[in-house]
């Protein structure tokens, strides 16, 4: 415990006026102390994860942590800023700085220390004192625990001896006593990290709970382990408090019972609210019945100022959560695209485009013969094929009301085909299965019919509802919709083509990875459930544009090393694998690390791709592989043509911007004399 701080990693003082400064001022005195090994490797880090959600709290504290291959053991650093310094809380900027550092494969029991202090930093009285202490030495072994104890033992003891008089008393009330039992809450809490936010949240709504009178109980599913709650508790409790940014395990345990679902800094900035919304809950005998199983879902827009209701992304904007519903269909329907779609494109290498008539395998097979084995290929990835829609249309309602929703999403889906609604009929048929299942799920049942709700009623009801509004009322105008779209792609030529390449190319490389690059991808994707000439050039726009930023920094770094640390250079060696296979992630280090300069570059140059490869009219059946699929492309060579071009504009663009910020000698080279890296902003 005392190797986490010590004197040396307090400074009372803290001079820095931005979130950047302090993490950095913090973490020079961790470096000196030679628990940090890469200065800027380790910002970027922290800055990624600041990124994720703001690591403000009420009440003055900023906690900026995270894990990273150049911490080499626990560590935390303490600043104290007189005048404040803004984290993102709502109630201002923090005077009470901690950086958390921890290295990638931390032990339990170090990530259980530093657990522990987060909870500390709920008790006023221990901030109370941080902000009054004046040695560095004393504060160190406040933060380590070494304080003395709140009160005298005997005090202690005569306070014991008085609270068991004080229950004997109780007891003997009998059924007064019974009468006044507490309502009785479990809450789970977890965070990104699992390192802060998970048990600062625990130890806020344990302590509103003792405040309130209320009996709550906490699952911290967090770095420093995961200790199921007894499911004797979970059974007495009125109650359940899900704050939460990762998903929760388990979730089946907790069926049945009225449920306020929240972001987990919401456990910590208004645990009060919480507890009271969970006991209008019960007494509105409103139950969850959607928490049965383990889904993939939003938990929203991860500052968990939501109202404190729904499922999962309830407390998100709109759009945040339709993107999100939307994402989990096309995530369950790429694995179906990819093994469909090599399996077509390799039967097609081998066979010709003719071998997709040929007759049935079950009843002509040879097998000496490559057309045999080509048509084989080719009919086992159609049937892979078959499944995208309903695959798409059942995930994307799964995604909004879990299990209960799979049937009817699956019949929507398979209806959209029937339809020929196609894609966008999978899209809508989802949606409306969704919004079926969560429309059912609000209507109050009694107790006895909950157990056959989501494996009978709901699926039953959904799939009859689901299946008239695609039959009668949406099918048809999907469709034709759906036709018109085909039309236009397939009638896309010249400078049409070219516009459309660009956009995509904006729009993978904006963010890298973010929503406008699932948009995009997503967009692509579905053009190969039914595959056409256009939507073909699409998908081969898309991954070739998707390419461009990690390619481009790999040979940025390789070409300029100097303008780039350590670190950077580092990546940048990844990053020629992870852009050769289609991971355009590989950029967003250097991205987060110099946006102005780096974001503008590769979009550039995934432009330029993506106009080049549609004006070449290169294709792709593959919604994924990188360049390990160029022989199932169409036109390859002009494809790996177009990504040459694309990446040498975007390193150009980025080496000329990067060059231009230096004004000094010291500038120019990768460190000064005494290991700091001197840079002037341009």
């Not at 958390?100 to 494969?105: D, F, H, K, L, W």
């Not at 941080?130 to 003891?157: H, K």
């Not at 407390?315 to 369950?332: D, E, N, Q, W």
């Not at 030529?493 to 991808?521: E, Q, R």
Request: aromatic share 6%; with cysteine; glycine share 12%.
């Amino acid at each position: 415990m005392s190797e986490l701080i010590t004197a040396e990693l307090v400074d009372l003082d803290l001079s820095a006026t931005t979130k950047d400064a302090a993490a950095r001022s913090l973490a020079e005195r961790m470096v000196a102390a030679h628990r940090v090994t890469d200065l800027d490797g380790f910002l970027a880090d922290v800055a990624a994860r600041e990124a994720q959600m703001p690591t403000g709290l009420d009440g003055g504290i900023g906690i900026p942590h995270c894990r990273s291959e150049h911490v080499n053991a626990p560590t935390l650093a303490f600043g104290r800023s007189g005048a404040g310094i803004d984290f993102g809380a709502a109630d201002g900027p923090a005077d009470l700085i901690f950086l958390i550092a921890a290295p990638a494969g931390a032990d339990d029991d170090h990530l259980t220390i530093l657990s522990g202090l987060a909870r500390r930093l709920m008790d006023p009285e221990f901030t109370a004192a941080l902000r009054a202490g004046t040695d560095p030495r004393a504060v160190a072994a406040l933060i380590r625990g070494e304080e003395p104890p709140e009160e005298p033992e005997q005090e202690r003891v005569e306070a014991g001896n008085q609270e068991q008089a004080e229950t004997e008393m109780e007891t003997a009330g009998g059924t007064e006593a019974a009468e006044s039992a507490p309502f009785r809450i479990v809450a789970v809490t977890s965070c990104p990290t699992g390192i802060a936010h998970t048990y600062m949240a625990a130890e806020s709504l344990a302590a509103a709970g003792r405040a309130e009178g209320v009996e709550v109980t906490v699952e911290t599913q967090g770095s420093a382990g995961f200790k199921k709650l007894d499911p004797a508790v979970v059974a007495a409790a009125d109650a359940v408090i899900w704050a939460h940014d990762v998903e929760v395990r388990e979730k089946a345990r907790f069926r049945g019972k009225p449920l306020v679902d929240v972001g987990v800094k919401a456990g910590i900035n208004r645990p009060a609210e919480l507890i009271a919304e969970a006991r209008r809950k019960a007494e509105r005998g409103e139950i969850a019945t959607a928490p049965d199983t383990d889904k993939a879902s939003g938990s929203g827009d991860g500052d968990g100022d939501g109202d404190g209701s729904g499922s999962g992304a309830d407390h998100a904007h709109f759009g945040v959560r339709l993107r999100t519903y939307l994402m989990s269909g096309v995530s369950y329907m790429v694995p179906f695209v990819a093994a469909g779609g090599l399996l077509i494109a390799l039967s097609f290498a081998i066979g010709g485009y003719e071998i997709a008539s040929a007759k049935s395998v079950a009843d002509h097979f040879v097998w000496g013969e490559a057309d045999s084995w080509a048509a084989l290929l080719n009919q086992i990835g159609s049937a892979a094929f078959g499944f995208l829609v309903p695959v798409l249309a059942g995930y994307i309602a799964y995604g909004m009301a879990d299990r209960p929703a799979l049937v009817p999403g699956f019949v929507g889906g398979a209806i959209a085909l029937t339809v020929n609604a196609g894609f966008l009929g999978g899209l809508v048929a989802g949606l409306l299965a969704g919004a079926v299942v969560m429309a059912i799920q609000r209507v109050p049942v009694h107790a006895t019919l909950r157990g056959i709700m989501p494996v009978l009623v709901i699926p039953l009801i959904a799939s009859a509802v689901v299946g008239f509004l695609m039959f009668i009322v949406v099918g048809k105008p999907i469709a034709s919709l759906q036709n018109a779209l085909t039309d236009w792609l397939n009638g896309l030529s010249g400078s049409n083509a070219v516009i459309l390449g660009v956009v995509l190319g904006l729009m993978m490389c904006f963010d890298m990875g973010g929503p406008l690059n699932k948009v995009a991808y997503a967009f692509a994707v579905g053009g190969l459930a039914d595959p056409t000439p256009g939507s073909l050039k699409v998908m081969a726009a898309v991954m070739a544009a998707g390419m461009v930023p990690p390619l481009a920094m790999a040979l940025a770094t390789t070409v300029r090393k100097r303008l780039f640390t350590k670190t950077e250079r580092e990546n940048g060696r990844a990053a020629w694998l992870l852009g050769a296979s289609f991971i355009t992630e590989g950029a967003i280090p250097f991205a987060a690390a110099d946006p102005l300069r780096v974001i503008p570059s590769v979009m550039a140059g995934g432009a330029v791709t993506g106009a080049l490869s549609m004006a070449f009219g290169a294709t792709l059946r593959a919604p994924h592989g990188g360049v390990f699929v160029v022989p199932l492309i169409g036109e390859p060579f002009l494809y790996l043509l177009a990504i040459a071009a694309g990446t040498l504009v975007a390193t150009a663009l980025v080496v000329l911007l990067k060059g231009a910020r230096r004004t000094t000698p010291e500038a120019a080279g990768d460190a000064g004399a005494d290991g700091s890296r001197v840079t002037v902003a341009a």
